[in-house]
């Protein structure tokens, strides 16, 4: 029997429930990923009008990850609940909008789903306890910052330093990594990238990535310790750069179109949770 399906059989009740809580939250991380920057704008607008002595903007002003109620960002129609229902309701509506039939957006059912299978394999790996609690929440984030970063080349502290600070916190009992190279992760982590960065700017006079990259590798290092740290930089760079050429070759973008680097970073983060070991395994052959 294969290994996967013998710990399935094993964790079906576990299974089951990480599947449908990952429908929920995959749900609430749409949100997440919708609103966060709106909101990081209007706030934005709303400082520069308090520095100029300006009168403060009013459209948005009232925007938050809960208020509004979800709706249509087409015809602005309230969705109802039935029509909120992670994946199902999609499929009922045929992706379309139940009031003005405008098409929804594939990517609400694409993070739906991820989440869910992201987290039935948190929960085939670590089991019940302190690492399946961090693995689900380090997951969730990454997922959101993904998506932000490939929408607005963004990565809100909002998410950034708390994951930081969390994964210290989870790491003083050598959840994922020993406390001083977790400390040690996120110190390096960030001035590898920082370093990086000023290199490129003093030898080009232009930026090659923004500081939540800094801060992004800096949380990774606090999770996973400084012995990750490689292992994460050369799969994000190896697949960033990969990809980064493809699109200029297929002419998608040119060679001045900046990439984010976010996502690579998340991805090599989110394998690494699951397969701390992939790099040297490929090295080895093993």
């Keep these: 029997m294969d290994p996967l399906e013998e710990l399935i059989r094993a964790q079906p009740g ?26 990081m704008m209007v706030q934005w607008e709303r400082d520069c009008a ?28 309230d969705i109802k609940p039935r029509h909120n229902i992670p994946i199902l309701s999609y499929l009922a509506l045929r992706g379309r909008c139940a009031s003005c039939h405008h098409p929804i957006s594939k990517r609400y059912p694409f993070i739906e789903m991820t989440t869910a299978l992201i987290w039935v394999l948190c929960g085939l790996t670590f089991g019940v306890g302190n690492a399946l609690a961090g693995a689900l929440l380090l997951t969730a984030v990454l997922i959101s910052l993904t998506a ?12 950034t330093l708390p994951l930081l600070w969390i994964g210290l916190l989870l ?28 290199l490129f700017k003093i030898a080009t006079g232009k930026e ?7 801060k992004l590798l800096a949380a990774l290092g606090a999770w996973f310790g400084l012995a990750a740290l490689p292992t994460i930089v050369l799969m994000s760079s190896l697949v960033g750069a990969v990809v980064g050429i493809s699109l ?6 040119t060679r001045e179109t900046p990439l984010p680097f976010g996502p690579f970073l998340a991805g090599a983060g989110l394998i690494h949770l699951f397969y701390p070991d992939v790099l040297l395994r490929w090295v080895t052959g093993a």
């Design 50 to 77: 308090e520095f100029r002595d300006e009168s403060l903007p009013t459209d948005a002003s009232h925007l938050t990850l809960a208020f509004p109620g979800s709706h249509c960002p087409q015809c602005g129609a």
């Design 248 to 253: 200029i070759i297929s002419g998608r973008q």
């Design 171 to 198: 790491n003083i009992d050598a959840t994922f990594a020993p406390l001083d190279s977790a400390v040690l992760g996120a110190v390096f982590g960030y001035i590898s990238l920082w370093s990086v960065y000023w």
């Design 148 to 159: 932000i970063d490939v929408d607005h080349q963004l990565l809100p502290d909002s998410l």
């Design 14 to 39: 576990l299974s089951i429930a990480l599947a449908v809580l990952g429908l929920v939250v995959g749900s609430f991380l749409n949100v997440v990923i919708h609103r966060l920057p709106k909101m």
């Design 208 to 214: 090659g990535m923004g500081f939540g990259d800094f």
